[in-house]
T-cell receptor, first 115, second 112 residues
Framework: AQSVSQHNHHVILSEAASLELGCNYS??????LFWYVQYPGQHLQLLLK??????LVKGIKGFEAEFIKSKFSFNLRKPSVQWSDTAEYFC?????????????FGPGTRLSVLP | IAGITQAPTSQILAAGRRMTLRCTQD?????MYWYRQDLGLGLRLIHY???????GKGEVPDGYSVSRANTDDFPLTLASAVPSQTSVYFC???????????FGPGTRLTVL
């Protein structure tokens, strides 16, 4: 069964620091990749997605992610974080592309940005 | 535009009671999902439905059932609640099964 791992459980940064959150998945076939954000007390919202094409994907709020197929990775980056980026971030993978039951979320990384 | 609504927002339930969590969408998405979110475990899929009239089991289906009589509604039923079902439950939809998912506001359930 496919799985998704996220490198860090909790990341603490100061404002203006650069961010990189790691995500790796275990599936050798075609995948669709997603990053979601969950602000405190809210539901998950899509940050960005990768289906095909340019492996560098730009999302909302200045976030981007790079798909490296050889490393089974889809790391999330932001050059300069803000206090408002404090949230939990989830990587998700949909394998095969046809069935919802193959949509797997990582355990999440909690980001705390200090003002 | 409501998008996805879930009811109730929160509930405290005695163990052994039956409970139905409601999820309604107005986006006419084909696929719907139920997840539970627990600290340190991320989101785990309980049940899904790729289209009206069909359902399937996810990663943690035991103790839960669903139905999909129409496109808009996807209720989740706990036949006999147990404390381990204390969690935050999110309903989600997607246009089709492989597309990005949109999430409802969640239901916080406490089983005592």
């Amino acid at each position: 069964a496919q799985s998704v791992s996220q490198h860090n459980h909790h990341v603490i940064l100061s404002e203006a620091a650069s961010l990189e959150l790691g995500c790796n998945y275990s599936y050798g076939g075609t995948v669709n990749l997603f990053w979601y954000v969950q602000y405190p007390g809210q539901h998950l919202q899509l940050l960005l997605k990768y289906f095909s094409g340019d492996p560098l994907v730009k999302g909302i709020k200045g976030f981007e992610a790079e798909f490296i197929k050889s490393k089974f990775s889809f790391n999330l980056r932001k050059p300069s974080v803000q206090w408002s980026d404090t949230a939990e971030y989830f990587c998700a993978v949909n394998a095969n592309g046809n069935y919802g039951q193959n949509f797997v979320f990582g355990p999440g990384t909690r980001l705390s940005v200090l003002p | 535009i409501a998008g996805i609504t879930q009811a109730p927002t929160s509930q405290i339930l005695a163990a052994g009671r039956r409970m139905t969590l409601r999820c309604t969408q107005d986006m006419r998405h084909n696929a719907m999902y139920w997840y539970r979110q627990d600290l340190g475990l991320g989101l785990r899929l309980i049940h899904y439905s790729n289209t009206a009239g069909t359902t399937g089991k996810g990663e943690v289906p035991d103790g839960y059932s669903v139905s999909r009589a129409n496109t808009d509604d996807f209720p989740l039923t706990l036949a006999s609640a147990v404390p381990s079902q204390t969690s935050v439950y999110f309903c989600a939809t997607s246009i089709r099964a492989h597309n990005e998912q949109f999430f409802g506001p969640g239901t916080r359930l406490t089983v005592l």
